[in-house]
Antibody, heavy 121, light 106 residues
């Protein structure tokens, strides 16, 4: 069974940084692209960032480009999101999502339960 | 690529047929998926590549369309189907979602 468990969310002041992590199990992590998708409370889904199986390609939404950095450690079956210069509009649940193959243009066939990031002074 | 879903809200009774629409700002070929999200839960993949049901998804869910116009049909609504539905394209980065359609009990 695929399991994705995120952690690292919390309350942070505007301009500060936060690092999210996602631990994956139940599948061959190295074979699949991975993504972060967020959802502001009561709002729709927004793709944030994605990374191919071998970290050969990274993608970002315009809203986070230059501030967020995605990375992965295949040896640890883990995905990360370094979030810098956080803004109130970054407040959301952040989901770790598994891509349906190794390249980056994916559908998301498994999701974690999400971790809440609140950016407020 | 902008995805526009309609209607925003669909009020129906159990047993009725639901028809949800997703329109893309440019051709996607068949690179479109549908997700279901219930309150307090993560989204769940229902349909990929416009018409292929994901593992474990009941046959009452079906997808159709190609190019710019896509449809998700729920043939006969069960109580557990009342939720929000999103479409998503994987034609190119940035990956994008539609704004969602809420299927509520009438």
């Amino acid at each position: 069974e695929v399991q994705l468990v995120e952690w690292g969310g919390g309350l942070v002041q505007p301009g500060r940084s936060l690092r999210l992590s996602c631990a994956a199990s139940g599948f061959i992590f190295d074979n699949y692209a991975m993504h972060w998708v967020r959802q502001a409370p009561g709002k729709g889904l927004e793709w944030v960032s994605g990374i191919t199986w071998n970290s050969g390609a990274l993608g970002y939404a315009d809203s986070v480009k230059g501030r967020f950095t995605i990375s992965r450690d295949n040896a640890k079956s883990s995905l990360y999101l370094q979030m810098n210069s956080l803004r109130p509009e970054d407040t959301a649940f952040y989901y770790c999502a598994k891509g349906d193959y190794g390249g980056g243009e994916n559908f998301f066939d498994s999701w974690g339960q999400g971790t809440l990031v609140t950016v407020s002074s | 690529i902008v995805l526009t879903q309609s209607p925003a809200t669909l009020s129906l009774s159990p047993g009725e047929r639901a028809t949800l629409s997703c329109r893309a700002s440019q051709s996607l070929s068949s690179y479109l998926a549908w997700y279901q999200q219930k309150p307090g839960q993560a989204p769940r993949l229902l349909i990929s590549d416009a018409s292929y049901r994901a593992t474990g998804i009941p046959a009452r869910f079906s997808g159709s369309g190609s190019g710019t116009d896509f449809t998700l049909t729920i043939s006969s609504l069960e109580p557990e189907d009342f939720a929000v539905y999103y479409c998503q394209q994987r034609s190119n980065w940035p990956l994008t979602f539609g704004g969602g359609t809420k299927v509520e009990i009438k």
